[in-house]
């Protein structure tokens, strides 16, 4: 098993531009998570899904959109990057009532 | 509103000596709780977890206490050791974890 996957792992962005960064898992997890992480910070919740075509919003969702058409993907979209976006992003994925398995991350600058 | 938070921000330790990691939680119904260590540079790693129907679970060195009574969750490392430096996170929840700011952890030789 590859675990999470994300992609890609670093970003420069322009104030205005929009991306979207993927997450892919293949443990047949139904929960998926979003978090962004700012420098000697804690992890902030985005988003979350507890399984396909279900998602909510978590602790910091403004500026950000998620789909979950597939039990594998979860990407999280922003349309109007900020500066304040300037983070690390990771998606984790979880059994149910169990540990989350967390990706590498993606470090995300927006000037 | 749901928090996790930690006692203190910062912990310094002697190599071999054991360390303690506090967290608070407010939400009573959470019934699954995790610690992470996270190096600088890397993505979380799982350390062990406990739900909420446990009071303690040990595993390789450490050992997790939860107390449900006053909502305190503590991770306890055995024989700290300089590989052991890090911030630790704790979390709460079920199917939307979260977690506390984190703690670093100093292991001095």
């Known amino acids: 098993n590859a675990g999470v996957t994300q992609t890609p792992k670093f970003r420069i962005l322009k104030i205005g531009q929009s991306m979207t960064l993927q997450c892919t898992q293949d443990?047949?997890?139904?929960?998926m998570y979003w978090y962004r992480q700012d420098p000697g910070m804690g992890l902030k919740l985005i988003y979350y899904?507890?399984?396909?075509?279900?998602?909510d919003k978590g602790e910091v969702p403004n500026g950000y959109n998620v789909s979950r058409s597939t039990t594998e993907d979860f990407p999280l979209r922003l349309e109007l990057a900020a500066p304040s976006q300037t983070s690390v992003y990771f998606c984790?994925?979880?059994?149910?009532?169990?540990?989350?398995?967390f990706g590498s991350g993606t470090q995300l600058s927006v000037l | 509103g749901e928090s996790v938070g930690l006692h203190l921000p910062t912990l310094s330790v002697q190599e071999g000596d054991n360390s303690i990691i506090n967290c608070a939680y407010s939400n009573s119904a959470s019934d699954y709780f995790i610690w992470y260590k996270q190096e600088s540079g890397k993505g979380p790693q799982f350390i062990i977890d406990?739900?909420?129907?446990?009071d303690k679970r040990q595993g390789q060195r450490v050992t997790v206490l939860l107390n449900k009574t006053v909502k305190h969750l503590s991770l306890q490392i055995a024989a700290t050791q300089p590989g052991d430096s890090a911030v630790y996170f704790c979390?709460?929840?079920?199917?939307?974890?979260?977690f506390g700011e984190g703690t670093q952890l100093t292991v001095n030789p």
């Open positions: 979390g709460e929840g079920g199917s939307r974890l979260t």
């Open positions: 899904s507890v399984g396909a075509g279900i998602t």
């Open positions: 443990m047949n997890h139904n929960y």
């Open positions: 984790a994925s979880q059994p149910q009532d169990a540990e989350l398995f």
């Open positions: 406990i739900r909420s129907n446990m």
